[in-house]
């Protein structure tokens, strides 16, 4: 847990993706106290038909660099915890790999602990 998908547009390169991933891990390590080796995520690739999104919803000034970040995780955090985690994403991602604060959208999906099993069919949170 926490479970990240992240979509970009197709052409990115290989480093530009795993610079994606890479900081959205460490913001959760900072943020949501994430355990070392707790990272599960898949990045996919979209062609512009595939990837619809608004360019200028809610007074942004989206790009080609958009990323949609889709974190499921469990219900135990506080607001100022996630709101901590959007700014920490944001800001590493501007840095590295330069995509703008208005190209970032964050979903939060948050469910039960009951709710994840990493293997051998057990829900290894609950027992």
């Known amino acids: 847990m926490p479970l990240v998908r992240i979509s970009v547009l197709r052409g990115k390169s290989r480093s530009y993706r795993r610079a994606i991933a ?11 106290n994430v355990l070392e080796e707790d990272r599960f ?11 619809v ?3 200028s919803y809610m ?8 990323v949609l ?8 955090r506080t607001q100022a915890q996630k709101n901590a ?5 944001v800001a590493r991602l501007q840095q590295d790999p330069g995509i ?7 979903s939060l999906v948050e ?4 709710n994840w099993s990493f293997g051998r069919g057990l829900a290894q949170y609950v027992m």
């Not at 007074?59 to 080609?64: E, W």
Request: glycine fraction near 8%; hydrophobic fraction near 40%.
């Open 22 to 32: 890479d900081n959205i891990y460490e913001a959760l390590r900072e943020s949501f």
């Open 69 to 76: 970040i889709q974190l499921t995780v469990s219900n135990t």
């Open 100 to 106: 703008g604060p208005d190209d970032v959208m964050i």
């Open 59 to 66: 007074g942004m000034a989206r790009t080609d660099d958009f």
């Open 41 to 51: 995520m898949v990045i996919t690739e979209h062609d512009p038909e595939d990837l």
């Open 85 to 89: 985690l959007y700014a920490a994403i």
């Open 111 to 114: 469910g039960d602990k009951g």
């Open 53 to 55: 999104f608004s360019r």
